[in-house]
């Protein structure tokens, strides 16, 4: 499921897009994989450095680690700080730090005259390594993953 982020002047707004209105086969990409190969390149780079350290020889894994490197640096140079995400219906990559996460509420939605439908909203608030702090605003099926995250957590 994709991910809606709209900044606002009170935060961003981050909502899951509805799959039934897309046609497209090909799976997107979540934010949890993009996190995930971030996480796992992150620690294959501690071990290269420690190795590095232990003058070891290189390993038959050396190429596969390079390769992730690769991808590593390629995201690496796609993240953007809190500051710069302005723009509404743009894609930004943000590393954050949870600062506090909040309960999920439901809110009353018309979306026709007599057929009031409820929302599930979280807010969660972040900051980066700009020291910029913003409220993120989660709802549909994004506000559950606010269950997830801890203060202190860090997330793509």
């Given at each position: 499921?994709?991910?809606?982020?709209?900044?606002?002047?009170?935060?961003?707004?981050?909502?899951?897009?509805?799959?039934?209105?897309?046609?497209?086969?090909?799976?997107?990409?979540?934010?949890?994989?993009?996190?995930?190969l971030f996480h796992s390149a992150f620690k294959r780079q501690l071990v290269s450095k420690r190795a590095k350290l232990h003058s070891?020889?290189?390993?038959?894994g050396t190429r596969v680690d390079q390769e992730r490197m690769t991808e590593f640096k390629k995201l690496q140079k796609k993240l953007s700080s809190l500051k710069n995400c302005?723009?509404?219906?743009?894609?930004?990559?943000?590393?954050?730090?949870?600062?506090h996460p909040c309960h999920i509420k439901e809110i009353q939605v018309k979306t026709r005259p007599k057929s009031p439908c409820k929302v599930p909203v979280a807010t969660i608030v972040v900051i980066d390594q700009s020291e910029?702090?913003?409220?993120?605003?989660?709802?549909?099926?994004?506000?559950?993953?606010?269950?997830?995250?801890?203060p202190g957590d860090v997330v793509l």
């Open positions: 499921n994709e991910i809606h982020i709209e900044p606002l002047s009170s935060g961003i707004l981050c909502s899951q897009v509805d799959s039934s209105h897309k046609n497209s086969s090909k799976r997107p990409r979540k934010c949890e994989d993009s996190f995930h070891s020889p290189p390993g038959p302005c723009c509404k219906n743009q894609k930004y990559n943000v590393l954050v730090t949870v600062v910029t702090e913003r409220k993120v605003v989660l709802w549909r099926g994004a506000a559950f993953w606010s269950l997830t995250v801890f």
